[in-house]
């Protein structure tokens, strides 16, 4: 860069200088969920997805420009790092009904690993609903469902039957509704089951909602009616009447809890939204920041 100066009397100044850049070798950005807008239950976390892996000696500086904030009352919550690419946020309890919540993402100018920048900022608002927390009795084969405290109804299920090492035990903890849909087709070939074993199964099932990764779902199933409120005869998955099944689903929304109780078996990191499974100083104890911050 050439620069030319004249003075009031006339003096003439001359300077070159050169400035260098640095080519970044790659660009971040961040998804969130959930999305702009939504409202959710009180257990969904807060999502963050990077689209390249962040150094570990970098998550701190990435982690401060990750802010929450909420309406009307601020909320205690942590982030965690699930993976290099995975950063999670959730309260030290579920969030209080009706609260409104802020996710600001300032990436820009952050270097995540060596060359790589993040390069967008990115800010949602979503609102958190009723609290309606269900309850799954395994042992007295029962779903009662709450909402702000109250019970609102209790509904005879089926879960798990067991067996095969194990494998189709419905899995004890607390979950989280991941998606909903009205009607799904559910083929056994999907969980590894061939079309020639005695389990395998190909049914359309409706009011579907999803609690895990590998295939645990609410779900209509007038199949086993039999077995409601009496046997466990299911293969994981949670079923009900059908009416039941449209009531559940009517009054539930991504993000609602679901705990389960009486079960052998116990939930998997990472198979769904397993934010709830840790105690709160562990969870917390997955921030690359000294100390959590209040949302």
Partial sequence: MHVTALSDSGLRTERTSSLSTVEPTALVSASVAPLAGSTVGVGMPVLGLLDEEVADDRRAAVEE?????TRPAAVQGSWRWVSGRRVDRRPRE?????????????????????GVWGKADRDIDFQVGSAVVSTVDVDAHTLTVREDGQVVRTIPVTTGKGGNGGRYLTRGGVKVIMSREAERRMDAETTGVSEDDPEYYALDVKYAMRLTNSGEFLHAAPWSAASHGSANVSH????????????????????DVVEFVGSEGGMEPGNGYTTWSLPYEEWKAGSALPAAQPA
């Avoid at 579920?94 to 060596?114: C, F």
């Fill in 236 to 255: 994981g998955c949670t079923g009900m009447s059908t009416e039941d099944a449209r009531w559940l689903f009517e009054h539930s929304t991504v993000g």
């Fill in 65 to 69: 420009r990750l802010d929450v904030s």
């Fill in 94 to 114: 579920y969030w209080p009904a009706g609260t409104a919540v802020h996710v600001d993402v300032d990436l820009a100018g952050v270097e995540v690993a060596p």
